[in-house]
């Protein structure tokens, strides 16, 4: 069986939004507690962003996957209460934004059991999907996702589609990203701690970047999924570029906007197995 979308849709396009808040500065370096400014950077994030974005959000109709640290939740849980009830996707983002590699499997599992526990709490509803901070996962990650009821992760490379992962505990979904469609790579930028990309880059590179890689996954029949980061995005230039982002993506016909959570479904329901990619000729 051949990939298809829903309804005979071209491609499919997802809304992402990995939420750290102050949590990055804190796994960074602990003593980052201290400074005011590194941490008045992190903290426009839930503090300014995420109202931006959900209010950017319900004004295009959208609905979009946020991926949240444990940490940032319990800082902010009226954000989190607010992304379920206007019918977002809440997923596991660590919980103090751990590198992976870093942890020994009981420090991953507990990381993964307290963040599970605190999202179902404020959204009434145990999550389902994972990104790994970092898109760092170790060997066993897959395994540990499945055997605790998670449906997807999102952290992995090798695909312009969700596909179906085997793991020990059961299947898992992958549904990949992409380095080229992050905001990280394009607009991070602290003098000290030094970190991301360095530079500050236009919208208007940005907006050229990602509107050229979802024209290339509109012509082959795949998924562009955008990976965003609310005290970056969240910056006002920055979420009127994303406003005519949406307003071009849904321009063209046969476009699934979805989530992550939907997108993986329907590569269960459907059963396909994806081939190699072919154009589609338009």
Same mark, same amino acid.
């Given at each position: 069986?051949?990939?298809?979308?829903?309804?005979?849709?071209?491609?499919?396009?997802?809304?992402?939004?990995?939420?750290?808040?102050?949590?990055?500065?804190?796994?960074?370096?602990?003593?980052?507690?201290?400074?005011?400014?590194?941490?008045?950077?992190?903290?426009?994030?839930?503090?300014?962003?995420?109202?931006?974005?959900?209010?950017?959000?319900?004004?295009?109709?959208?609905?979009?996957? $946020?991926?949240?640290?444990?940490?940032?939740?319990?800082?902010?849980?009226?954000?989190?209460?607010?992304?379920?009830?206007?019918?977002?996707?809440?997923?596991?983002?660590?919980?103090?934004?751990?590198?992976?590699?870093?942890?020994?499997?009981?420090?991953?599992?507990?990381?993964?059991?307290?963040?599970?526990?605190?999202?179902?709490?404020?959204?009434?509803?145990?999550?389902?999907?994972?990104?790994?901070?970092?898109?760092?996962?170790?060997?066993?990650?897959?395994?540990?996702?499945?055997?605790?009821?998670?449906?997807?992760?999102?952290?992995?490379?090798?695909?312009?589609?969700?596909?179906?992962?085997?793991?020990?505990?059961?299947?898992?979904?992958?549904?990949?990203?992409?380095?080229?469609?992050?905001?990280?790579?394009? $607009?991070? $930028?602290?003098?000290?701690?030094?970190?991301?990309?360095?530079?500050?880059?236009?919208?208007?590179?940005?907006?050229?970047?990602?509107?050229?890689?979802?024209?290339?996954?509109?012509?082959?029949?795949?998924?562009?999924?955008?990976?965003?980061?609310?005290?970056?995005?969240?910056?006002?230039?920055?979420?009127?570029?994303?406003?005519?982002?949406?307003?071009?993506?849904?321009?063209?016909?046969?476009?699934?906007?979805?989530?992550?959570?939907?997108?993986?479904?329907?590569?269960?329901?459907?059963?396909?197995?994806?081939?190699?990619?072919?154009?589609?000729?338009?």
């Amino acid at each position: 069986m051949t990939w298809s979308w829903p309804n005979g849709d071209r491609c499919a396009v997802v809304l992402s939004f990995d939420v750290d808040g102050e949590s990055g500065m804190l796994q960074a370096d602990p003593k980052n507690a201290e400074r005011l400014s590194v941490m008045s950077w992190a903290r426009y994030g839930p503090k300014v962003g995420v109202p931006r974005i959900l209010d950017l959000l319900n004004d295009k109709g959208v609905h979009a996957s $946020f991926f949240v640290p444990g940490y940032t939740a319990e800082l902010y849980p009226q954000l989190i209460e607010r992304m379920a009830a206007e019918g977002h996707e809440v997923g596991v983002h660590g919980y103090l934004h751990e590198k992976l590699s870093d942890l020994n499997p009981i420090e991953e599992e507990a990381a993964l059991v307290r963040t599970c526990t605190i999202l179902q709490q404020l959204t009434g509803r145990k999550p389902i999907g994972y990104r790994a901070p970092w898109w760092e996962l170790n060997p066993g990650s897959p395994a540990l996702l499945a055997r605790h009821g998670m449906l997807y992760d999102s952290s992995l490379m090798d695909d312009d589609r969700p596909y179906v992962m085997p793991t020990e505990s059961g299947d898992l979904v992958e549904v990949p990203i992409h380095w080229t469609n992050d905001d990280w790579e394009q $607009f991070a $930028f602290l003098a000290d701690p030094a970190t991301g990309s360095g530079v500050i880059e236009t919208c208007e590179k940005a907006f050229q970047l990602w509107k050229e890689e979802f024209d290339g996954q509109y012509h082959y029949g795949g998924m562009f999924v955008l990976t965003m980061h609310p005290e970056i995005i969240g910056r006002p230039a920055r979420i009127l570029m994303l406003g005519r982002l949406i307003d071009y993506i849904r321009s063209h016909d046969g476009v699934w906007l979805t989530t992550c959570e939907e997108a993986a479904r329907h590569c269960l329901s459907s059963q396909a197995v994806p081939t190699p990619l072919q154009p589609v000729g338009r």
